[in-house]
């Protein structure tokens, strides 16, 4: 089921100096900030040769970042994402397995356009694990 690491995702307070820091000391490349309202986040790609690190900013009152920059004040490691290429058929046979998906269950549409979904970090070895359709 599981297919390739689409991203790491990492939250900061601040997008610009996070950005800054990855340019000048890593000269990452890195798009331009999106603008999630439904996600609660403004997210940046850092393009890697292999995959991507998101940078995750809160956007709104609500953000489901806040309360883990509370924790982390420097910001941190949030969550990793794999592709599926089948989100329903990956969803349910997690769930059938004893897997907790975040929500309702219904996946999403991520970042990148494709349907998301989020899974319990305590049935994932303490890590928010995502999973992200990607048609082969
Ligand atoms: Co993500």
Same mark, same amino acid.
């Given at each position: #089921? ?13 997008? +610009? ?8 000391? /890593? ?13 609660? *986040?403004?997210? *940046? ?31 941190? #490691?949030?969550?990793?994402?794999? +592709? *599926? ?12 397995? $004893?897997?907790?998906? /975040?929500?309702? $269950? ?12 989020? /899974? ?10 995502? /999973? ?5």
């Amino acid at each position: #089921m599981i297919g390739r690491l689409n991203h790491v995702a990492i939250a900061v307070k601040d997008l +610009e100096k996070a950005c800054a820091t990855y340019k000048a000391a /890593l000269g990452a490349k890195i798009s331009a900030p999106q603008a999630l309202p439904e996600h609660g *986040v403004t997210v *940046v790609f850092v393009e890697l040769p292999n995959t991507k690190i998101e940078f995750l900013e809160p956007l709104g009152e609500n953000s489901p970042i806040a309360k883990f920059l509370e924790k982390n004040a420097d910001g941190g #490691m949030h969550h990793i994402c794999y +592709e *599926v290429t089948d989100i329903i058929a990956a969803r349910d046979a997690l769930v059938k397995a $004893g897997a907790r998906v /975040l929500g309702d $269950g219904t996946p999403k549409i991520g970042a990148h356009g494709n349907p998301v979904l989020f /899974l319990h970090p305590k049935d994932f070895v303490g890590t928010l694990t995502e /999973l992200e359709e990607v048609k082969a």
